[in-house]
Every structure is written in structure tokens, then in C-alpha cells.
């Protein structure tokens, strides 16, 4: 979209204000608002903004940043104030109006899929979006079950379907290709999977979903959430990410019709990366301490770090599906994950096992969830982190994950993330009250 394109649009769909979104560290969806008629000098010179008051993003002394639009993401906003229509545009960061910002995560995504095209890729995303829907008492969400639902329930009928359809609209007038909505595993569970893009289109569109769903939880007096795991006992809630290669001239890059499982060297490279790489990076994909509340035997979470051809108990699967849909599936991320950095730094490790060369174990098809500790060790089959402090140790030592994150966000994120380790640790749950309330 060019210029004129742009206020040919505005006009048209009588937009009054645009809302300029950018996302922090932590994933958090950021906005400043312009009237329509700034969208001129939008283009011009961009939008300063403090970026000393955005999480992880400059110091005081140096706080002046600028947003610069990326017109592809232009869409109307489903919903009016009072009349008033918006638009949306998502931004990049700039420390000035030419020199993009190291610690804004889009770019580190962008630097990443820049790099797969170097090597000759298009690389391509496509991620699950699980949530769950509450009920609100006074405001605030109320953790009781709105159903009693399970996978793929039809009825009943109830005010979560009309969101979830709800949903699909929005987000198919916003652009995004919507293949398939469901009630999942648990019962206030849900999911939302849209088509494949490459992976800064793909991370876009999780911020977007995200949004969506929760405005229109608050308009109809629910509250969505994307915790992990907001309930015990229960599934939790996962992203897992469909990835793919494709060559310039249109080729699968992970197929090979002339292997008997139509599995190629590339693909069987990059699943070697993952696997190398794994542990370091879960800090990225799992960043949150109930992450791993989730990350526990028993519930279709996959602690297990090996791959396999359907097998849903490893981390790693290769769905049936080949020619031009031949793609794998990552199942350890979940929706609390930043998804430009989650994306970044699995795309960064699968092509690491390219350039190396690193031949994936051999795939396993038994149920790995019924294996013993001992059968697993002697396969060599190793487990994701057990905790939020593990995975953090781990993404610290990691030159892959300093590489990608830059030194900018990764001092940030490292400092982040231990605080919220030590608020965990030191904070008295009342689990603990009942538990050792009469010693």
C-alpha cells in the first residue's frame, strides 16, 4: 500500500483515528493513538513516543523513539466508540526516523527471516492459539468453569460459541485468514488457528488474535485469558507452531518425494537444531513462571525433547501431511510467549542446524509418556526445564539465544525475568496456608 492508497482507505471507511501498536518485551500489545488527519506527517517523520516509560525498552537519558508504520498491516478495527471509527497499523521502533531500534522484537524477527531468506528460504509459521474463557464477578475474572465442555463439543450452545464466532468475523474483516475454531481439551477451553504467513506476519497476527478475543470477552461480560495454566488438574494452554522452508521458486523445502517417508535432509537439519538448542530457548517460548506449571507429565504436554513422525507425546512432530504442506510441528510454546522472539529464536535454531549440519536422534513412535526414566536416558531422550529458573540458567549460557536477542533485550529480559522468579519464590500462596497452617 502506498501513500495515496493509504488516505484513499481512510476516506473510504471514514476513519477518525489510528491506532499505531508496537509490542514490548514482555509481548505486551502497546498503542498511541492520531487523529486520521496527522496520517500525513505520519509518513513524513514517523511518531515519537517515550520509550524510557515502555517495559525493557530505552533508559531515561535516551528516551526518545520514533514508530514507523508498516503499511501491509493496515486494517479496520471491527468495533466503534460511540460512532467513531479506527483503524489500526502496526509499527516498527526507530531510535531515530533511520535507525531501527536492536531492542524492539519485531526487528528481531525481521533479522532473523532476513537471514533465512540469505540462506535461501522463505520461511513460513503457523501457530495455535489456545485460551480459555471465564466468567466475571465484580469486574474481575472469577476462575469457576463456564463449561464443561471438551474437544471439539458442539453443544451446548452457549455465549463462548457466539464469541468464538464472533471472533472468526473480526478477524477475517481484519485480513486474517481464519482455517478452523474449536472448543478444546478443557472445558472453558478454546482455540483459534489461522493460515500460515511468514513468521513477522505470523507474529503479528497472534498480537492481533489476542486483542480481538480479549475486547470482545470485555464486550460480552467474559474475560479471556491466556495463561498458561489457570487450573490444576486440567490441560493447559499451548501454541504450538507449524514451521516450514520454502525455496524461491516455490518448493517445500522440507520434502523430498524421493525418501521413503518424503522427509528431507533440510528438514531433518533444522529438526536437529531444535533439538540441540531446545532447552536454551524455552525461557523464550515458556517465559512464564506458570509456563511451566503446564510443561508436567500427564496433560499432552511435551517435556520430552525428541521428535517423531504423528507421535504426539515428543516434542517435536511431523505431521502426515506432504508435497507442498510437509511442515513440522513445535508443541512445547504457549500463548503467554512474546510471539516475535518465541518465532525468532526457533527459526534461528532450526537454521543453525542447517548450516551445521546436525543430524537429528533417531524419531520415536512409542508413547514416551509411558517410558521409564531409565528408557529414556538410555535413548537419550532429555526433558525441557522443569522450572522457570532452569530455563533462564540455560537461556543465559545460550550463544544462539544471545545472538538473536541482541545484547539490548537480552539484559532486559534476563532482569525481568529473575525479578519475577524471585516474587514467585518468595511470595506465600495460600496452598501453603492450608497446607501448613496447623504445624
Known sequence: ?????????????????????????????????????????????????????????????????????????????????????????????????????????????????????????????????????????????????????????????????????????????????????????????????????????????????????????????????FMPKPFFGINGSGMHVHMSLFTFDGRNAFYDSDAPDGISQVMKWFIGGLITHAREFTAITNPTVNSYKRLVPGYEAPVNIAWSKGNRTALIRVPKARANSTRLEYRAPDPSCNPYLAFAVMLAAGLDGIEKKIDPPTPVGENIYRMSESEKQQRGIKKLPANLKEALAEAEKSELVRSVLGEQIMEKFMMLKEREWWEYVTNVTEWERRKYENI
Open 1 to 225: 500500500m502506498d501513500k495515496e492508497q493509504l488516505f484513499t482507505f481512510l476516506k473510504e471507511n471514514k476513519v477518525k483515528f489510528i491506532r499505531l501498536q508496537f509490542t514490548d518485551i514482555n509481548g505486551t500489545m502497546k498503542n498511541i493513538e492520531i487523529p486520521a488527519d496527522e496520517a500525513d506527517n505520519l509518513l513524513e517523520n514517523g511518531v515519537m513516543f517515550d520509550g524510557s516509560s515502555v517495559e525493557g525498552f530505552a533508559r531515561q537519558h535516551e528516551s526518545d523513539m520514533y514508530l514507523k508504520p508498516d503499511l501491509r498491516t493496515l486494517a479496520m478495527l471491527p468495533w466503534t466508540f460511540e460512532g467513531y471509527r479506527s483503524a489500526r497499523i502496526i509499527c516498527d521502533v526507530y531510535e531515530d526516523y533511520n535507525t531501527p531500534f536492536a531492542g524492539d522484537p519485531r526487528f528481531v524477527m525481521k533479522s532473523v527471516q532476513e537471514k533465512a531468506r540469505t540462506l535461501g528460504f522463505i520461511p513460513y509459521a503457523g501457530p495455535e492459539v489456545e485460551f480459555f474463557i471465564l466468567p466475571k464477578r465484580d469486574g474481575r475474572p472469577a476462575f469457576e468453569f463456564l463449561d464443561n465442555g471438551s474437544y471439539f463439543d458442539l453443544l451446548p450452545v452457549d455465549i463462548a460459541e457466539h464469541m468464538r464466532t464472533e471472533v472468526s468475523v473480526h478477524l477475517e474483516e481484519m485480513g486474517i485468514d481464519v482455517e478452523t475454531t474449536h472448543h478444546e481439551v478443557a472445558p472453558p477451553q478454546h482455540e483459534v488457528d489461522f493460515r500460515y504467513a511468514e513468521p513477522v506476519t505470523s507474529a503479528d497476527n497472534v498480537q492481533t488474535v489476542k486483542l480481538v478475543i480479549k475486547t470482545l470477552a470485555i464486550r460480552n461480560n467474559l474475560y479471556a485469558t
